[in-house]
């Protein structure tokens, strides 16, 4: 109930390409969805977030996709370059509480150059 | 520089042995969490901390024992109990801002058995 799936794993895509990141959950109960990027011997720092009374929300290379009624939301990066590369989670939370936050297992996108 | 302070960055445990991990905050949050983090999992949450001399188990707190007797520090012990300990582990701090609370990560510990 409360696991958010999340794919995939692993991420290769090209300069200025678009990468896409995945994922579900169960707990219609959710409603806050954080994007956490984390790059090697780092901690994880919020990178953007949507809450599901909206369907879409961007901040510069940066989307959240939002589907209320398929429980899936997505992350794209336009333009991607290789100083994204870094490892992706996406969240899950109830009433926006950080103790109450379920984590997906992580995506490492690595962009060439 | 704000922020939150994670010592040391390496840290070998032997088997049988207490391992303390340190976390300091500046920034004057009340809540902090301990997370661990596994190779291809997610972070899991094993204690949090929402005011000073108060902290509750997370989803994974066997074998892992905390204190907060100072608002900016909530130190970590891996106890001997716990049979698998190697991991990156994760300290926090966290705000509410607007309708959630938003977490500020430290650096990390990678913690590792002799």
């Known amino acids: 109930q409360q696991q958010v799936k999340q794919s995939p794993q692993s991420l290769i895509v090209q300069k200025g390409g678009i990468s896409i990141i995945n994922c579900a959950y169960e707990n219609t109960a959710f409603d806050y969805f954080p994007w956490y990027q984390q790059f090697p011997g780092k901690g994880p720092a919020l990178l953007i977030a949507i809450r599901p009374d909206v369907s879409e929300k961007k901040e510069g290379r940066f989307t959240i996709s939002f589907n209320k009624s398929a429980k899936q939301f997505s992350l794209h990066i336009m333009d991607s370059q290789p100083g994204d590369s870094a490892t992706y989670f996406c969240?899950?939370?109830?009433?926006?509480?950080?103790?109450?936050?379920?984590f997906g297992s992580g995506t490492q996108l690595t962009v060439l150059p | 520089d704000g922020g939150i302070t994670q010592s040391p960055k390496y840290l070998f445990r032997k088997e049988g042995q207490n391992v303390t991990l340190s976390c300091e905050q500046n920034?004057?949050?009340?809540?902090m969490y301990w997370y661990r983090q596994d190779p291809g999992q997610g972070l899991r949450l094993i204690y949090y901390?929402?005011?000073?001399?108060?902290?509750q188990k997370g989803d994974i707190a066997e074998g892992y024992s905390v204190s907060r007797e100072k608002k900016e520090s909530f130190p970590l012990t891996v106890t001997s109990a716990q049979k698998n300990p190697t991991a990156f582990y994760l300290c926090a701090s966290s705000i509410f801002a607007g309708s959630h609370e938003k977490l500020f990560f430290g650096s990390g510990t990678q913690l590792s058995v002799l």
């Open positions: 901390s929402q005011i000073v001399n108060d902290f």
């Open positions: 920034l004057n949050h009340d809540a």
């Open positions: 969240a899950a939370s109830i009433t926006g509480s950080a103790r109450q936050l379920t």
